[in-house]
């Protein structure tokens, strides 16, 4: 009965072998197939053994398949968080962008007031520092300030011709980190 099962098993293995690839196998493939039947049909426990390795090995390799996707998926999903902070960044980059005091005069109809026309009065050496005018709110009361410059000279420069001007109480305050130091006299720091 033994006999009959494993010659059905090798019969139907060979079988399948030859129906699966009988059209691709050359006749050194087929002589080597055959030997090998041959050796299964000795110790039929060899193809057991060899059917049992196939089985583990297919285990393994499906188990870090799934283990695989999984990652693809998580990595994905971590993409897709990415790539949703990305869209957020370059909006609020567009935002900010757009928001920047700039000189250059923006598309479209917009007004600008005139503070005067002069002949002899030159302000447009300033041009780069004068980008923002900025009204801080202090007690009730407003404070204005134009521009912001790194050298207490050019500050100094532009407040005289401010005051050419006739707006005679204008004069440079220093801020450090954005906190305007109020005990701050500029004359008295240049040595005047």
């Known amino acids: 009965m033994k006999k009959i099962a494993l010659a059905l098993l090798t019969l139907f293995f060979v079988l ?5 690839e009988a059209q691709s ?3 050194k493939e087929k002589r ?6 041959k050796t299964y049909k000795k110790d039929p426990e060899k ?6 390795s196939h089985k583990k090995k297919t285990k393994a390799l499906s188990d870090e398949v799934r ?4 990652k693809l998926a998580a990595a994905n999903a971590e993409k897709q968080v990415l790539a949703d902070k990305l869209v957020a960044l370059e909006a609020q980059y567009a935002s900010l962008k757009k928001s920047m005091p700039s000189t250059k005069l923006p ?3 917009v007004y600008q007031v005139q503070m005067g026309y002069y002949e002899y009065l030159d302000l447009v050496s300033f041009n780069d520092k004068l980008k923002t005018i900025k009204a801080e709110e202090i007690d009730g009361a407003k404070r204005y300030v134009i ?6 000279m050019d500050a100094l420069q532009f407040s005289n011709d401010i005051k050419a001007l006739g707006i005679n109480d204008a004069f440079v305050s220093q801020y450090t980190n954005g906190i305007r130091n109020m005990d701050y006299d500029a004359l008295e720091a240049i040595g005047e």
């Not at 399948?16 to 699966?20: D, E, L, N, P």
């Not at 521009?147 to 207490?152: K, Q």
Request: charged residues 30%; neutral net charge.
């Open 67 to 70: 283990d695989l996707k999984a």
């Open 147 to 152: 521009g912001h410059f790194e050298d207490v």
């Open 16 to 20: 399948s072998f030859t129906t699966a």
């Open 25 to 27: 196998l050359s006749k």
């Open 107 to 109: 598309a479209g109809t």
């Open 47 to 52: 193809w057991v053994r060899m059917q049992n």
């Open 32 to 37: 080597e197939l055959k030997k090998e039947i």
